[in-house]
């Protein structure tokens, strides 16, 4: 189907992707001005978060892009499976944990586990997804001149040549964005029904699990277990180490990490760390998990087990075209232009292999774009702003306290609720999104830490789980990275909007100009 100069309107694109959803249409999309030829700057291999900001830019600084995506929809799994069913059920999991823990209270009813169904809240997310999808294209095509051929897949030739639709194609450069999936654990039994990981969750669910096994400690074994738990639906978390350690997160701050997963503890999940599942166990559909915890061999019963073990690259047909380098986990190799060991060949996105967040997919598209183009441009995504959520959003920046006192000689913090202080009787730091807990429930108030080199005064690190902060954190991220730094003196003479997400302009306001910092 040529869609090329039609200007289809945002009902025009939803009933398309609707339909080629649905099974009823499976030709490719094409959005090509013919006018122009067939070769161009270069050709974006998936039209996802890294293939779809890298041709925004390669079009901005006036190149020519293509993007070629199987999908009937640019964005990736973003908007389908992945960040926004995320984001909405972890909102629902913020109400949902003020539902359970006011049960009876204020203008909160008996909390009814049944009426918070995770059946309804999928499928609702499934009927209405292809509205932010029908946005990309329409944003795509009509904003940003994007050239695109959506609903096919591409077959890479070479370096410089992809074949889609049945037309041949030509670009001076080629960049890889095909996404990653999970990495599925091969356990006995993982193939029964019942057993998903975060994409077939969103696609095949179709009944109302009652009890939940997660296997694996991933962000996204917490999120969803959050998640689940909140909604009623007793759920146990299997993890190789303790939740949120080594090979988790890099720089969680250990209190913070204490905070939280005793916070989930408090919930009522049951989290089995340093513990192995060994087999998925049922005949016709999943009843049970057989798990080896440091106790001994266990078997817990389950009607959903969800796998968040971590992820592995998609590879396309350019696996076998083309020599590309890998690292040992199979992610493609590149440096820090997004280029890979091919001349005129980059990577960008999941492909690449971890952080799996979207900014660097948009940015890694964006500094390859950049290059192709001539500008020079490196990303280095190892020094990153990071979040998950639980019932809190959960954001951190900089160094934990932990790596702080290990890199530099003398560290002071700033962390509400004080240590000294009984958290079930201090309602702090009661911020944005926690006042009713603070008036009820003070321990779930949250946690903040600002971590502080006392010789030079700059903040280090920056610790937050609580609501809204997830803004603040990429602007203290960049300020606090920047080679001049922040000091706690600079950071007091913000103006803060009280009652605002974190506490941090405040607290530094009350310690600016103390000759000698102390802990607070
Ligand atoms: C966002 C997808 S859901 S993209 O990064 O805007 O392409």
């Known amino acids: 189907m040529d869609v090329h100069g039609k200007h289809l309107t945002m009902p025009e694109w939803r009933r398309l992707i609707d339909d080629a959803h649905a099974g009823r249409f499976a030709d490719p999309i094409v959005n090509i001005d013919d ?3 067939e070769h161009f700057d270069a050709i974006f291999v998936g039209g996802g978060s890294g293939g779809r900001f890298g041709a925004a830019v390669l079009r901005s600084l006036g190149g020519r892009p293509l993007i070629i995506e199987r999908w009937p929809f640019l964005g990736g799994s973003c908007p389908h499976q992945a960040c926004v ?3 909405l059920m972890s909102e629902a999991a913020k109400e949902l944990d003020q539902a359970q823990a006011l049960a ?9 586990p049944h009426a918070a169904s995770i059946l309804e809240l999928v499928q609702l ?8 999808h029908a946005h990309m294209n329409w944003q795509s095509a009509e904003q940003l001149g994007i050239e695109s051929i959506v609903n096919a897949e591409a077959t890479v030739l070479d370096s410089n040549t992809v074949r889609a639709a049945g037309r041949t194609f030509t670009a001076r450069a080629l960049v890889l964005a095909t996404g990653a999936r999970t990495e599925m654990p091969c356990l006995p039994g993982e193939s029964l029904p019942g057993v998903f990981d975060f994409a077939s969750f969103i696609e095949d669910l179709d009944y109302e699990p009652t009890k939940i096994v997660i296997i694996g400690g991933s962000k996204v074994a917490v999120e969803y277990g959050s998640y689940y738990q909140a909604t009623g639906t007793p759920t146990t978390i299997v993890s ?10 890099a720089n969680m701050d250990d209190d913070m990490r204490t905070y939280i997963v005793d916070g989930m503890r408090l919930r009522g999940m049951e989290l089995l760390e340093h513990s192995t599942a060994v087999r998925i166990v049922g005949t016709d559909r999943v009843e049970g ?14 009607d959903f087990v969800l796998i968040g073990t971590g992820e592995k690259p998609t590879l396309g047909s350019f696996a076998d075209t083309l020599s590309l380098e890998y690292d040992d986990r199979g992610f493609v190799k590149v440096d820090s232009r997004m280029r890979t060991n091919l001349p005129d060949v980059y990577a960008v996105g999941d492909l690449i292999g971890p952080p799996m967040e979207m900014f660097k997919s948009r940015r890694s598209g964006t500094t390859a774009a950049r290059n192709i183009m001539g500008v020079d441009s490196e990303f280095h995504y190892s020094d990153i702003p990071d979040f998950l959520h639980t019932t809190y959003e959960v954001s951190w920046a900089g160094l934990s306290e932990r790596a ?43 946690f903040q830490k600002c971590v502080i080199d006392a010789n030079t005064r700059k903040v280090v690190g920056v610790h937050h789980a609580g609501y809204g902060a997830k803004d603040a954190f990429q602007y203290l991220h960049h300020l606090i990275s920047r080679p001049e730094g922040l000091t706690l003196d600079q950071l007091g003479e913000l103006n803060e909007l009280y ?9 530094a306001r009350l310690r600016s100009g103390q000759r000698e910092l102390k802990n607070m």
């Open 240 to 249: 190789r180490g303790g939740l949120l350690t080594s090979g988790g997160p």
């Open 404 to 446: 702080a006192r290990e890199a530099l000689d003398d560290i002071v913090t700033i962390q509400v609720p004080p240590a000294e202080l009984d958290p079930a009787e201090t309602p702090l730091p009661m911020a944005e999104g926690t006042m009713i807990y603070g008036f009820t429930l003070p321990e779930r108030t949250g």
């Open 85 to 87: 069913p995320h984001h």
């Open 499 to 507: 009652v605002s997400p974190d506490y941090f302009i405040g607290y």
């Open 289 to 302: 998990v057989e798990v080896d915890t440091p106790g001994g061999r266990t078997f817990i019963e389950c």
């Open 35 to 37: 006018s122009q030829g």
């Open 104 to 112: 009876g209270q204020l203008w909160y009813p008996k909390f009814d």
């Open 125 to 132: 997310f499934r009927s209405q997804r292809s509205g932010p």
